[in-house]
């Protein structure tokens, strides 16, 4: 048994929607990507009384007591969130904090891991099962979106994200995505989406941006991407101010950068954070040194990612007594 259990778990990048028609049956569905930063980093431990510290610490505690409840558990505990992934910024900080917490627990007392169960009680994963699919395993996923049954949507296909390749992230610090309520209530006003438009969606995921992730072909990737993103952006910007960014600001920094020949180009979720895919560190870097300059001007943040090719690290620790 361990003394203490820390858990590093990677932001992720939410690619798009396959189909929010469900004329099929199933609904939602989507794309993801494990990055490499920011990322989600937290200690658990046994303490005399309850301590929570960090970043999101209230939502942390809150997360860990259901946990504990649910469990059986009686032990008081000292949790510390050292990083945090920045919370409703599209990078999936809800889902990552929540698993990683739940994953700390159970190792911490030697229990198996559930990572389904403990998304289904600690409510995530509502649309997507991207956020579960990539704490799980990492890289590049698909998920199947729910059915009348679904608990937790499928990963239908799961691939390695080239480690050559990297992501160019961009991020408004001033602006939250939509979320809670107000998520709810805007995926309730959107109009129903074109069977059509799901169609070429999937078409373009299952023929050209899975296909070119394997044979590494970052042109057909990225051109996959930007017109899914282009679908879902025309969809998404009736609850976003008519426009297909949550910021203003990311969506210049984003032309600027597909100006420059950055593929791929969107937002992640409901933002405000923008992706772009490059082929290389150093093909990122002259897209940064070119757009960046506008981004500190117009009060953006940008970083160079890489994907993540595998899920949650869990590392247990034994304090060794002196003798």
């Keep these: 048994m361990f003394d203490s259990v820390t858990v590093t778990a990677a932001a992720r990048l939410h690619l798009g929607f396959l189909d929010m028609n469900g004329g099929l049956g199933r609904r939602f569905g989507g794309l993801g990507l494990a990055i490499d930063r920011p ?6 431990r046994r303490a005399p009384t309850l301590a929570v510290e960090g970043l999101g610490a209230e939502r942390a505690a809150r997360h860990l007591a259901v946990l504990a409840r649910h469990l059986g558990l009686t032990e008081a505990y000292s949790l510390t969130i050292h990083e945090a992934i920045p919370a409703h910024a599209g990078l999936g900080s ?3 904090l929540a698993l990683g917490i739940a994953a700390a627990l159970r190792r911490l007392e030697g229990l198996p891991a559930d990572e389904p169960s403990d998304a289904l009680l600690l409510r995530r994963g509502a649309r997507s099962g991207i956020g579960l699919g990539l704490f799980q395993r990492g890289g590049f996923i698909v998920d199947g979106g729910r059915g009348a049954r679904t608990a937790a949507p499928p990963v239908v296909a799961r691939m390695d994200f080239p480690p050559q390749w990297r992501v160019v992230v961009v991020l408004d610090p001033r602006t939250e995505g939509m979320h809670g309520r107000d998520e709810q209530a805007a995926f309730a006003r959107l109009a129903d989406f074109d069977a059509a438009s799901a169609a070429e969606i999937c078409r373009l995921v299952l023929i050209k941006a899975l296909p070119a992730l394997a044979e590494h072909d970052i042109v057909s990737f990225g051109d996959a991407i930007a ?14 101010g008519g426009a297909p960014y949550a910021s203003a600001a990311v969506a210049r920094v984003m032309e ?4 420059h020949g950055a593929r791929g180009t969107g937002q992640s979720s409901w933002g405000p954070t923008g992706f772009a895919f490059a082929a290389d560190a150093i093909e990122a870097r002259r897209l940064c040194d070119l757009s960046q300059e506008k981004a500190a001007a117009w009060g953006i943040d940008m970083a160079i990612c890489k994907g993540v090719n595998h899920g949650v690290l869990v590392e247990g620790k034994t304090l060794v007594a002196i003798k």
């Design 227 to 240: 017109r899914l993103q282009e679908i879902a952006g025309d969809y998404f910007a009736a609850a976003q």
């Design 94 to 96: 809800g889902t990552q």
């Design 256 to 259: 600027d950068l597909r100006r």
């Design 39 to 44: 990322a989600t980093r937290l200690t658990l």
